[in-house]
């Protein structure tokens, strides 16, 4: 299988051209996935996305995370897909619409030398409606509300970027166990689906640092919808302004939120890394 490693902000992705002739048999994506995923016996990386065909945009972006398990977006994962597609002749347009499983996104693809360098991407509607996060509850909407994880209360502010997302607000990003509570957020009763959980420290109105426990890959140095989530939920709570600098374990992501239309962009990076080709 030929490949293509990327990263933007280093969550990186295994990348295949499913366009023309190459296609992986779907009953063994998941093992193709945890495969290629490995770090220590595969290429070593956070998933693997396939490229496909799509006859309701430019592209179809199918992604599965580094446990097999299919996602439905990837704010990272998607800006790659741009840079690939541009830059590898699938396409010569710098406006492409990737479908996905959460619906048709649009990309503005920023051009350097030929090459993409930077991608902004409309993200669409954050949902707060708790049963298409999906969050158990009761409640209309999830902004604050307290949470017991491991015998201690946090808040917490749920809502979907394409994934469900609960934003934790914290006094320091270092010091939070993330090892330890991440997978008893991910997997508590209240998130049927699973759950990605940020960990935000507000550094001012115009910038946070994140940290992220991702649902079927663990910590990762960055999350694009996680981040785009986390400045929605710091406009929800009152802790910033709409356009907001994310600072992440990989890089820095800058968010606007119109709050009037409800739309969320992301403009961040996108790099290849390399090509090869792997035995399955």
């Not at 396409?91 to 051009?111: A, H, M, N, R, Y």
Request: glycine share 10%; proline share 4%; with cysteine.
């Amino acid at each position: 299988m030929k490949f293509t490693k990327m990263q933007g902000c280093g969550n990186d992705y295994v990348y295949v051209d499913c366009t023309k002739n190459q296609e992986i048999e779907i009953d063994n994506i998941p093992h193709v996935a945890r495969q290629v995923s490995d770090r220590h016996y595969g290429i070593g990386s956070d998933g693997l996305i396939l490229i496909k065909p799509s006859q309701k945009a430019d592209f179809f972006m199918d992604m599965y995370n580094n446990d097999g398990s299919r996602g439905k977006m990837c704010g990272n994962g998607i800006r790659c897909v741009g840079k690939y597609v541009y830059d590898y002749c699938l396409t010569d347009k710098k406006q492409v619409k990737i479908e996905t499983l959460s619906g048709i996104k649009t990309l503005d693809l920023t051009i350097d030398n030929g090459k993409v360098s930077q991608v902004t991407v409309d993200m669409g509607n954050p949902i707060f409606a708790p049963e298409k996060i999906p969050v158990i509850s009761d409640k209309e909407i999830l902004v604050n509300e307290p949470i017991i994880i491991g015998g201690k209360e946090y808040k917490i502010t749920c809502l979907s970027m394409g994934n469900p997302h609960a934003v934790v607000f914290v006094e320091n990003t270092d010091d939070i166990p993330i090892e330890t509570i991440g997978p008893l957020f991910e997997n508590h009763e209240m998130f049927p689906d699973r759950v990605n959980t940020e960990f935000i420290q507000v550094i001012n109105r115009n910038h946070i640092k994140m940290r992220v426990w991702e649902r079927g890959s663990g910590e990762t140095l960055a999350c694009g919808t996680g981040a785009c989530a986390s400045v929605v939920a710091c406009v929800l709570n009152g802790l910033t302004e709409d356009e907001v600098k994310v600072s992440l374990l990989g890089g820095d992501l800058h968010i606007r939120y119109d709050k009037d239309n409800n739309l969320v962009y992301m403009t961040g990076p996108a790099v290849t890394v390399f090509e090869g080709e792997i035995q399955l």
